[in-house]
């Protein structure tokens, strides 16, 4: 709807004011403002990012049946991992998130992807938090301060657009999204709206010009990252930089990916030289691990596509008080409450009068309910004091009436444990084919309860 201006014009002169004056302060004459109103048709002065255009060459609707598709081209980069997270490499004008704690690693991670992407391309790193020489002392610790990326620390995002029309760059880094500032706007740097409009901004010049645009953003207390919601819905892919600062091993996990899939992860370590990749990650978690030792299990857990072996561990104790204590690192606390509860109504162990303490290792987190029965075995072996054979491994999730329910990507799970060297592998009945039960490298076991599961393994 077109909105209604009003304004009030001088007749002897043609003055014009927003009010009502009976004397023109232009020309002195009295009683001479007559009012003028007028219809202001308004058009937003803000260029929007089309994907339709980018696509089709046009802005205009194109029937479906007319749309011609194509392969993305993707862009290999050295880091494998971060190949695999993205969906097989970079796809050329994609906005990528990256958010991750304080102090993890993403700024690191962003200038030794930088420095590989600079050998070939050029490269563009603006950065609103630290100095130019800030950045050449990590770089230089990193060994990549003799690589050709182009440094730019500045927060004004006119600035940063003039120097992207000049430089033309094949990729940006913005580090991070938080201090970047739009001066059109009076809100505060870091706001929503700032966020919000930096963000738009910035996805306008992916999509237009083509630019890979890779974005560093805050972490709140609760783990979101910070800003605006809608923050994560307007870019392609969202990345997590996960890890325990009590540990050297980091995560990078898919939360939100449209050119490929999501919850993939990618293993890294940080040394003194910086990350580096970690290939094998199922050797590493159950690298430290005892092979006779009570209340640890193994489980075949899923990230994404990619099967991790993790070690559970439990210990089990005699409560000296009258509320028995739970304690959860790395797993879900209600849902080990729960599993707890299981064991103690269908498995026969007496826990209401045990404190439990349980974790997985090498400070991986584990949340899926494929993990479910290594869960109750690890508690069960630790409540019994009997250990579990060093070559046994769990999938399952179970049930509240106990029963073992089946999980997906069952092959894969069996194909690793086998590839890392274990003998046997409980999983669920109903995931059994004949495909499992011919496998002549490891035994699978197909288990339909957790009574049955305790029988088997502890007799």
Known sequence: MAKVKTRYKCRNCGYISASYLGRCPNCGAWNQFEKETEQVKTVSTKATASRLMTSTGSNEPVNLKNIKTHKEERLVTPFEELNRVLGGGIVPGSLVLIGGDPGIGKSTLMLQISSALAKDNKVL??????????????????????????????????????????????????????????PSLDSMVGSASQVREVTSELMKIAKNDQITVFVIGHVTKEGSIAGPKILEHMVD??????????HSYRMLRSVKNRFGA??????????????????????????????NSTGSAVVVSLEGTRPILADIQALVTPTAFGYAKRTTSGLDYNRVALLLAVLEKRGNLMLQNQDAFLTAT?????????????????????????????????????????????VNQIEARVNEAAKVGFKRIFVPKHNMTNKLKANDKIEVIGVASLPQTLKLVFG
């Open 262 to 291: 999501a919850n993939e992860i990618g293993m890294f370590e940080m040394k003194t030289e910086g990350l580096s990749e970690v290939t094998n990650p199922s050797a590493i978690f159950l690298d430290e691990r005892l092979p």
């Open 362 to 406: 090498g400070g991986i987190k584990l949340n899926e309910p494929a993990v479910d029965l290594a869960i109750a075995m690890a508690v069960a072996s630790s409540y019994k004091n009997k250990e579990i054979a060093a070559t046994d491994c769990f999938v399952g999730e179970l049930g509240l009436t106990g029963e073992v329910r089946k």
């Open 125 to 182: 790193y603006v950065s609103g938090e630290e100095s130019a020489n800030q950045i050449k002392l990590r770089a230089d610790r990193l060994h990549v301060g003799e690589s050709g990326i182009l440094l730019y620390p500045e927060t004004n995002m006119e600035n940063i657009r003039q120097q992207i029309d000049d430089l033309k760059p094949d990729f940006l880094v913005i580090d991070s999204i938080q201090t970047m500032n739009e």
């Open 237 to 246: 892919t969202v990345l997590y930089f996960e890890g325990d600062s009590n």
